[in-house]
């Protein structure tokens, strides 16, 4: 019983019956019914799973025995025995008898162990194997773009951040200090823009997501790139970390065709919008014999190469779009055809940490072997703590202002702080009532939004996400209620991240000029409702 202004009111109560198959002994079913009457049947079985029968070897503790001619190879991850049927006076079946001490015949394949081949087949098997070494493709040259290597391998028995809480309180004030002064130091003639773009090309895309973040940040990207002039036909347009290849479609919905893009990422994604290129059609009243030729776009297998397409009279406007399944570290652009006697525009939306650093390392080793050859970039900055002292790009700009690798990557960590979430304690839960439910519900639907429009399969993506939100969670205390173990308010850690992340960046536009590159510049490029990371670099190459 409840009272509220005299008035008494009573709750309705439910009954919940689960329906349970006799033969089966499996939940089929729950019927759910409330105070008037009203019944809900929900089903919770799967049909394959109703009609499965329970095996007597489901007990873990007694397996079942092999039966006659079966193989005797025990399988723990389904705690039995295999199913296959062994030769006669055999042990084990074909595929497990690398197993049986007296076999002569069958060997683990040299790619993958997980399968076993016949030793007078060995050959032909390795021709076609699936586990194979793929055939490199004609730019791959390996850790041509790494810094130093030795940086790489060096160990130490703390992390970073353990180090930075074994701090004295005045000696962590003075490295806050040391990083504060050298900010101002690189920022004292500079100050970062705020730029927010807009593109036709997205017009739709905003009004389905109804201003979704992406959409409004690609938006942004592609009015930069137009304000440069750099969204022309004959350019060669790299994206790096291009994921499912979504920013590289707006960006031929910008430009047009015919047109060639490069896609460059290290895992395989469902490229979901290559799909898109592909069957991209310009216009149904065309010539029906020329359209399916001209308008159809040229996607490569993992590690092939593109086959060069002379463009005729009926191939005029062929757009061609070639995907490299490798690492940046390994990408040696002066060796990919497609570039050659080109402009290159290079663009990444969110390019995590050092994979920045190896991007611009990648394009300086281009234009040292090719000169004049890029003619912009716009990269969108992100992920900080994950850069890498071995891949950073400038170490003489730390060395100037007195860091060096363990100084550098405690200022990787202290990127955090820029950001992490504040931690909300007991009594702010409890004491949130309905607008706490309506910001939950706020921050519902963005997660709803964003996992709509990024719909990153790839495992280790989701790898960094966990290790970067182990980090920050790592990062705070254990009680909210508590000060920070910096001894700073979160206001002042949040401003401070920001200061190590723009520092950092800043060393990265003093190493594109230094090699000779022009209008280099960070700008803010959304808000930071839109994206946290609203930090781009940009290249104008041609002013």
Same mark, same amino acid.
């Given at each position: 019983?409840?009272?509220?202004?005299?008035?008494?009111?009573?709750?309705?109560?439910?009954?919940?019956?689960?329906?349970?198959?006799?033969?089966?002994?499996?939940?089929?079913?729950?019927?759910?019914?409330?105070?008037?009457?009203?019944?809900?049947?929900?089903?919770?079985?799967?049909?394959?799973?109703?009609?499965?029968?329970?095996?007597?070897?489901?007990?873990?503790?007694?397996?079942?025995?092999?039966?006659?001619?079966?193989?005797?190879?025990?399988?723990?991850?389904?705690?039995?025995?295999?199913?296959?049927?062994?030769?006669?006076?055999?042990?084990?079946?074909?595929?497990?008898?690398?197993?049986?001490?007296?076999?002569?015949?069958?060997?683990?394949?040299?790619?993958?162990?997980?399968?076993?081949?016949?030793?007078?087949?060995?050959?032909?098997?390795?021709?076609?194997?699936?586990?194979?070494?793929?055939?490199?493709?004609?730019?791959?040259?390996?850790?041509?773009?790494?810094?130093?290597?030795?940086?790489?391998?060096?160990?130490?028995?703390?992390?970073?951040?353990?180090?930075?809480?074994?701090?004295?309180?005045?000696?962590?004030?003075?490295?806050?200090?040391?990083?504060?002064?050298?900010?101002?130091?690189?920022?004292?003639?500079?100050?970062?823009?705020?730029?927010?773009?807009?593109?036709?090309?997205?017009?739709?895309?905003?009004?389905?997501?109804?201003?979704?973040?992406?959409?409004?940040?690609?938006?942004?990207?592609?009015?930069?790139?137009?304000?440069?002039?750099?969204?022309?036909?004959?350019?060669?347009?790299?994206?790096?970390? @291009?994921?499912?290849?979504?920013?590289?479609?707006?960006?031929?919905?910008?430009?047009?065709?015919?047109?060639?893009?490069?896609?460059?990422?290290?895992?395989?994604?469902?490229?979901?919008?290559?799909?898109?290129?592909?069957?991209?059609?310009?216009?149904?009243?065309?010539?029906?014999?020329?359209?399916?030729?001209?308008?159809?776009?040229?996607?490569?297998?993992?590690?092939?190469?593109?086959?060069?397409?002379?463009?005729?009279?009926?191939?005029?406007?062929?757009?061609?779009?070639?995907?490299?399944?490798?690492?940046?570290?390994?990408?040696?652009?002066?060796?990919?055809?497609?570039?050659?006697?080109?402009?290159?525009?290079?663009?990444?939306?969110?390019?995590?940490?050092? @994979?920045?650093?190896?991007?611009?390392?990648?394009?300086?080793?281009?234009?040292?072997?090719?000169?004049?050859?890029?003619?912009?970039?716009?990269?969108?900055?992100?992920?900080?703590?994950?850069?890498?002292?071995?891949?950073?790009?400038?170490?003489?700009?730390?060395?100037?202002?007195?860091?060096?690798?363990?100084?550098?990557?405690?200022?990787?960590?202290?990127?955090?702080?820029?950001?992490?979430?504040?931690?909300?304690?007991?009594?702010?839960?409890?004491?949130?009532?309905?607008?706490?439910?309506?910001?939950?519900?706020?921050?519902?639907?963005?997660?709803?939004?964003?996992?709509?429009?990024?719909?990153?399969?790839?495992?280790?993506? @989701?790898?960094?996400?966990?290790?970067?939100?182990?980090?920050?969670?790592?990062?705070?205390?254990?009680?909210?209620?508590?000060?920070?173990?910096?001894?700073?308010?979160?206001?002042?850690?949040?401003?401070?991240?920001?200061?190590?992340?723009?520092?950092?960046?800043?060393?990265?536009?003093?190493?594109?000029? @230094?090699?000779?590159?022009?209008?280099?510049?960070?700008?803010?490029?959304?808000?930071?409702?839109?994206?946290?990371?609203?930090?781009?670099?940009?290249?104008?190459?041609?002013?």
């Amino acid at each position: 019983m409840k009272e509220d202004s005299n008035i008494a009111v009573t709750e309705k109560k439910k009954t919940v019956v689960q329906i349970i198959d006799e033969k089966t002994n499996l939940k089929t079913r729950v019927e759910i019914t409330d105070g008037n009457d009203n019944k809900k049947v929900f089903y919770r079985v799967n049909k394959k799973q109703k009609n499965k029968k329970k095996r007597p070897n489901d007990d873990p503790e007694h397996p079942q025995q092999p039966g006659p001619n079966q193989c005797h190879y025990f399988v723990k991850r389904k705690n039995r025995y295999c199913h296959l049927i062994a030769k006669k006076g055999k042990l084990y079946c074909g595929e497990h008898a690398v197993f049986d001490p007296e076999n002569q015949e069958r060997i683990p394949c040299p790619y993958d162990n997980a399968h076993s081949v016949v030793k007078k087949d060995l050959e032909k098997h390795l021709e076609r194997c699936n586990s194979r070494p793929k055939p490199k493709d004609e730019c791959f040259v390996e850790n041509c773009n790494i810094r130093d290597m030795a940086a790489l391998e060096k160990t130490r028995e703390k992390t970073p951040r353990e180090e930075l809480k074994e701090m004295s309180k005045e000696d962590f004030d003075k490295f806050v200090e040391r990083i504060l002064n050298a900010y101002n130091d690189a920022f004292k003639d500079y100050e970062i823009p705020t730029e927010i773009l807009d593109h036709e090309a997205l017009n739709e895309r905003k009004i389905e997501t109804h201003g979704g973040k992406h959409a409004v940040q690609q938006a942004s990207i592609l009015g930069h790139l137009a304000k440069i002039n750099s969204l022309k036909k004959e350019d060669v347009y790299v994206e790096f970390g @291009a994921g499912k290849g979504e920013l590289t479609y707006y960006v031929r919905k910008a430009v047009g065709d015919p047109s060639t893009y490069v896609l460059i990422d290290r895992r395989n994604f469902r490229m979901k919008f290559d799909r898109e290129n592909k069957n991209k059609k310009k216009g149904k009243k065309e010539n029906a014999e020329n359209n399916e030729e001209s308008s159809t776009s040229i996607a490569t297998t993992p590690n092939e190469t593109s086959t060069e397409t002379v463009a005729t009279e009926d191939e005029k406007s062929l757009t061609i779009q070639k995907r490299l399944y490798m690492d940046i570290k390994d990408l040696c652009l002066a060796k990919l055809s497609l570039l050659h006697h080109k402009k290159l525009v290079a663009v990444s939306k969110h390019l995590c940490g050092c @994979a920045t650093d190896l991007t611009l390392k990648c394009l300086v080793n281009y234009t040292d072997t090719v000169p004049n050859s890029v003619k912009s970039i716009f990269i969108a900055l992100c992920c900080h703590q994950i850069c890498n002292y071995g891949m950073y790009c400038n170490p003489d700009y730390l060395t100037h202002y007195g860091f060096n690798q363990e100084d550098f990557e405690k200022i990787c960590v202290l990127t955090t702080w820029a950001t992490c979430g504040k931690r909300v304690s007991k009594s702010e839960k409890t004491g949130g009532g309905e607008n706490e439910k309506e910001s939950k519900a706020d921050d519902d639907d963005d997660e709803e939004e964003e996992e709509e429009e990024e719909e990153d399969d790839d495992e280790e993506k @989701a790898k960094k996400e966990l290790l970067k939100k182990s980090e920050l969670e790592e990062d705070g205390n254990d009680n909210p209620n508590e000060p920070h173990w910096s001894g700073m308010s979160f206001d002042d850690r949040t401003v401070f991240g920001r200061k190590c992340k723009r520092f950092l960046d800043m060393g990265r536009v003093q190493f594109l000029r @230094a090699h000779g590159y022009q209008n280099v510049r960070l700008v803010h490029y959304v808000t930071q409702k839109y994206s946290l990371e609203n930090c781009a670099l940009i290249v104008n190459n041609m002013e």
